[in-house]
């Protein structure tokens, strides 16, 4: 129980006492909504600055201290907010070529992302590369699909981890993209790239089952879609072939949506498939509200994208 | 006594009463804020990357060479001014690594299409160029093949469609995509002779699928990243204007 719900349930105690049945009954009616913000990106690549204004396709955008000010404004307004990261962290200007990713980490760290999945790119300095920073890092590295138990970052990165924000329990897991022939193997050494579809049904069961979760978040890296080689797993094939999953933040395709992919489940349940692009351009927002009158969600969950 | 159980008998009602044992989720809402100009700047986060900058900076813009024109990878359908560029800078800067370790000389050089990062703009070329051009830790390697295994590496470049930069490799094929003539040296290709393939560590481990540098006779690893060789190259020459040529054409 959290400190703050103690508290107000012992001082409703007090009221109680005082004045007998009447609190009891005003108290069963006080409205209760809760608001979950889910702030994400993926496939920032190592972009800190902003965009030049002679960029020719991203002008003036983009950049981490703009990003940091946004994600503050947001926190301030509803501190019930997670900050995710679907990989592909490193790579894709100089301040990587220079630092392998220590300045990447410390200002995501000081923006306090509370989790990130690993992307291919993140393998750029080889595994030992990724590991040599991860003491720059202070957020979580989740990933259900890459066993490292052979590896040097064997411990250092979970298979899912669960928040508890006023109350509602949040359950995030990480899917990694194949690595074989998308990575030299001198790269990622003995990382086993385990099944993806079957992970999130083993994650998902521990998520809802298990721990109970409110919310399940899936945090991939494995593609919004690949039209041309449907047989290969994607994001959007993935939420078809689960279930029990609220939002899939995607990353890797650098993919540009005009607003998030509303998808059905196996179940025929709605969920959200949703991917910002790249290079810290865009910043995902995705709000849950919860709500104590069960009346409400018995028409089934509303989604407004 | 009795009164406090009958307070701790009230504060379990109110409990189960009052503790929603579960919330409903009732709505979604999704969307996507662009980061742009119009948003505040975080000045703390401002100020801890000015000093990595500054650094960066100063290293990037030492001006190395001067660039005639503006050369993209998409000038070209076989082969491209840009990509032509960077396999003959790899042969002219790894070849001399290569002879004085082994006494042999690199035969031909393949690099992927996907690798050109970026453009080369008309003006100065700086160490930053080199960067955008190739951002990847990628390191030189030669390896030797057959010819007989330079068959496949010729018919996976016929059937590719892509111009993936070579040098010293001179290809023809026809409109179906079959390889008319492949040359090396201005010789046809011995099946049973060793040939010494440049190429890039992600390309000899099977990057772009190509899979046709395994097996070989042996690899040599020069420890020499393609991007060193860039800024190698770079410093060596006063301007650059390479041109599309005839080295991977299609005969319709």
Redesign the interface.
């Known amino acids: 129980m959290k400190r703050r719900d103690f508290i107000q349930q012992v001082s409703a105690t007090t009221a109680v006492v005082t004045i007998g049945g009447f609190g009891l009954q005003s108290f069963s009616t006080l409205p209760k909504t809760t608001k979950i913000t889910i702030l994400h990106t993926n496939d920032v690549h190592s972009h800190i600055d902003a965009f030049g204004p002679d960029d020719g396709r991203n002008a003036n955008k983009g950049g981490v201290a703009r990003r940091a000010a946004l994600i503050e404004s947001i926190r301030n307004e509803n501190p019930n907010t997670l900050l995710l990261d679907a990989g592909d962290i490193f790579q894709g200007t100089p301040y990587f070529n220079y630092y392998g990713g220590e300045l990447e980490f410390k200002l995501m760290s000081k923006l306090k992302y509370d989790a990130a999945t690993i992307g291919n790119h993140d393998f750029d300095n080889g595994i030992d590369g990724l590991y040599a920073q991860l003491p720059h890092a202070e957020f979580q590295f989740i990933s259900s699909n890459y066993d490292f138990s052979n590896t040097i970052m064997d411990t250092h990165v979970k298979p899912y981890k669960t928040f508890i924000k006023e109350g509602i329990k949040i359950g995030v897991f990480g899917l990694g993209i194949e690595l074989d022939g998308l990575v030299d193997p001198a790269m990622y050494n003995e990382t086993k790239y385990l099944d993806p579809v079957e992970m999130a049904q083993e994650m998902t069961h521990i998520l809802k089952t298990n721990e109970k979760c409110d919310l399940v978040i899936c945090l991939s890296h494995l593609g919004y879609d690949y039209k041309t080689n449907p047989n290969k797993i994607s994001d959007l094939k993935l939420a078809a072939l689960t279930k029990d999953i609220d939002l899939i933040i995607g990353g890797h395709t650098h993919t540009f949506l005009p607003k998030p992919t509303v998808i059905k489940n196996i179940e025929n349940k709605n969920m959200l498939v949703n991917q910002v692009g790249c290079y810290g351009i865009n910043l995902g927002k995705i709000d849950f509200y919860f709500d104590a009158n069960k009346d409400k969600s018995a028409n089934g969950t509303s989604i407004i994208v | 006594m009795r009164f406090t159980y009958l307070?701790y008998l009230?504060?379990i009602?109110?409990?189960f009463?009052?503790?929603?044992p579960?919330?409903?989720?009732?709505?979604?809402?999704?969307?996507?804020?662009?980061?742009?100009?119009s948003?505040?700047?975080?000045?703390?986060?401002?100020a801890?990357?000015k000093p990595?900058?500054t650094?960066?900076k100063k290293?990037?813009d030492s001006v190395l060479a001067f660039s005639a024109g503006t050369y993209t990878k998409s000038d070209g359908e076989f082969n491209t001014a840009i990509g032509n560029f960077m396999a003959d800078a790899v042969f002219d800067e790894a070849n001399p690594v290569f002879k004085k370790r082994t006494g042999k000389d690199i035969d031909m050089v393949i690099l992927n299409h996907g690798g050109i990062r970026s453009i080369i703009n008309k003006g100065n070329i700086t160490t930053?160029t080199a960067?955008e051009l190739m951002?990847?830790?990628n390191s030189i390697i030669v390896v030797a093949m057959k010819g007989s295994q330079i068959d496949s590496l010729v018919n996976y470049l016929s059937k590719a469609y892509k111009a993936h930069p070579i040098s010293k490799l001179k290809l023809s094929i026809d409109k179906n995509f079959d390889v008319i003539e492949a040359l090396i040296n201005g010789q046809e290709i011995d099946p049973h002779k060793t040939y010494y393939v440049a190429t890039n560590?992600?390309l000899y481990?099977?990057?772009d699928?190509m899979t046709f540098f395994k097996p070989n006779e042996e690899v040599y690893v020069l420890d020499y990243k393609i991007r060193n060789a860039l800024i190698d190259n770079f410093k060596k020459v006063d301007t650059i204007s390479p041109i599309m040529d005839d080295r991977f054409i299609m005969i319709k």
């Open positions: 307070i009230l504060y009602l109110v409990l009463n009052c503790k929603q579960k919330e409903y989720l009732t709505k979604i809402e999704g969307k996507q804020i662009q980061i742009t100009d948003l505040a700047i975080d000045q703390d986060i401002e801890f990357i990595y900058r650094h960066i290293d990037l930053r960067f951002p990847f830790e560590d992600y481990n099977g990057g699928d």
